[in-house]
């Protein structure tokens, strides 16, 4: 069974930087698409940036175009999620998912594992 594992959460004031970390056991991430999440209370999950498996295309949500940079590191089986310039709209638990296949945008729909989430609290 796959697990992803996220870490790097915490509270944070606006402006500031994060950088999330999500480690993969039980596969091996090269064959999996990977993307980051977001969920904020009373608010539906929300899709923030994926990574194809060579981690040469990238994808984000507009809302974090710019700030966030998605990257993976395959020897380590690892995916990172770097946050800049954070707002309090950022505020969320944040996930790391996966997909099997190749197409970067389809995990935007749906994926195949997801971690358990880690906090990420932006004080303004």
């Known amino acids: 069974q796959v697990q992803l594992v996220e870490s790097g959460g915490g509270l944070v004031q606006a402006g500031g930087s994060l950088r999330l970390s999500c480690a993969a056991s039980e596969c091996t991430i090269s064959d999996y698409v990977m993307g980051w999440f977001r969920q904020a209370p009373g608010k539906e999950r929300e899709f923030v940036a994926a990574?194809?498996?060579?981690?040469?295309?990238?994808s984000y949500a507009d809302s974090v175009k710019g700030r966030f940079t998605i990257s993976r590191d395959n020897a380590r089986n690892t995916v990172y999620l770097q946050m800049s310039s954070l707002k309090s709209e950022d505020t969320a638990v944040y996930h790391c998912?996966?997909?099997?296949?190749?197409?970067?945008?389809?995990?935007?729909?749906?994926?195949?594992?997801w971690g358990q989430g880690t906090q990420v609290t932006v004080s303004s």
């Open positions: 998912a996966s997909r099997r296949g190749i197409a970067v945008f389809a995990i935007r729909s749906s994926a195949d594992y």
């Open positions: 990574i194809s498996r060579s981690g040469e295309i990238t």
